[in-house]
């Protein structure tokens, strides 16, 4: 069976919003079998029902999920875009945090590509990834072994990190809150969390979907019910503002637009605080006056 055809056959279950916990919500849209939600009390936008955590394994143990696109299209990217991504979220996380020997770690740490640049740093690397498949490739490709499940399965002792980064996962969790909850508890004091996702309030959205029509975002994110969510976890937040995906495209036209397009949202957020990117980053650190309410 094709991780295409298990999309259509996964298990799921009814789920209330995890920011507010209410079960008041409208229909927005649906992509492939999913139906994405919209609270009417917080206006966190989720899928509903959600796959199970089980029928997410499932879905990403094949081999075959590699051939899909998203994931399949990472591979033509010439090895200079993916060096000019990697090293532009290095370069900014070191406004955050600097020196050798910091301790770091990736969820859902992919293919390795971020895990083997940041070793050029001299940090000590550390990541797992959900699919087996994508685990093999960075062992394969630059000798980085990553631990395979999901965060809940990993053994690490309290205070483990200096850096926990989370590019474009955090977006495909079940239980986001619960992550990042393992997360505070997993930085030592002073640690910095780095995350990433796709956003609702993209710019163009409405033109063709994205992220709504992402295959398997089961949250999506505005900067407001990202910084709740975060603040809900535990978390102080340091940095809210547009992300960057990179430009990983062929036609030199495109390039030019995405870069353009990153422009005129800095300018916006700059001028009137307001992220119309495609994409989110923030940076938060653990507090233990946040979460309590």
């Known amino acids: 069976m094709t991780a295409?055809?298990?999309?259509?056959?996964?298990?799921?279950?009814?789920?209330?919003?995890?920011?507010c916990g209410s079960s008041d919500h409208r229909y927005l849209c649906s992509n492939c079998s999913l139906?994405?939600?919209?609270?009417?009390?917080c206006k966190f936008?989720?899928?509903?029902?959600?796959?199970?955590?089980?029928?997410?394994?499932?879905?990403?143990?094949?081999s075959e999920l590699l051939a899909q696109d998203g994931w399949s299209s990472?591979?033509?990217?010439?090895?200079?875009q993916v060096e000019e991504l990697w090293t532009?979220?290095?370069?900014?996380?070191?406004?955050?945090?600097?020196?050798?020997?910091?301790?770091l770690l990736d969820i859902g740490a992919g293919y390795g590509d971020f895990l083997h640049y940041a070793s050029k740093q001299g940090w000590r690397v550390s990541g797992f990834e959900f699919s087996p498949a994508a685990a093999q490739v960075s062992q394969e490709k630059y000798g980085i072994p990553l631990a395979v499940?999901?965060?809940?399965?990993?053994?690490?002792?309290?205070?483990?990190?200096?850096l926990i980064t989370m590019w474009h996962v955090l977006e495909h969790l079940c239980d986001p809150l619960s992550a990042l909850q393992r997360c505070s508890k997993l930085l030592a004091p002073g640690g910095v969390l780095a995350i990433e996702v796709p956003n609702l309030h993209f710019l163009v959205r409405k033109s063709y979907r994205y992220p709504l029509s992402a295959t398997l975002h089961?949250?999506?994110?505005?900067?407001?019910?990202?910084?709740?969510?975060?603040?809900k976890s535990g978390f102080k937040v340091l940095e809210c503002s547009p992300g960057?995906?990179?430009?990983?495209?062929?036609?030199?036209?495109?390039?030019?637009?995405?870069k353009c397009l990153y422009l005129l949202s800095r300018g916006v957020e700059k001028l009137s605080g307001v992220n119309i990117s495609d994409s989110i980053r923030m940076y938060a650190t653990p507090d233990a006056m946040e979460g309590q309410e």
Request: glycine share 2%; aromatic share 10%.
């Open 4 to 19: 295409n055809l298990m999309l259509n056959e996964l298990e799921t279950v009814e789920v209330t919003c995890m920011l």
């Open 35 to 41: 139906y994405i939600v919209e609270c009417q009390k």
């Open 244 to 258: 960057n995906t990179g430009f990983q495209y062929s036609r030199a036209a495109k390039i030019c637009a995405k």
């Open 149 to 162: 499940g999901d965060l809940s399965d990993m053994v690490f002792p309290a205070d483990s990190f200096d």
């Open 88 to 103: 532009e979220r290095i370069n900014d996380l070191q406004r955050w945090k600097q020196g050798p020997e910091l301790k």
């Open 218 to 231: 089961l949250s999506h994110f505005s900067p407001n019910t990202l910084k709740a969510l975060v603040k």
């Open 74 to 80: 990472y591979f033509e990217h010439s090895v200079d």
């Open 45 to 62: 936008v989720f899928v509903n029902p959600q796959p199970t955590e089980q029928a997410l394994r499932e879905y990403h143990s094949p």
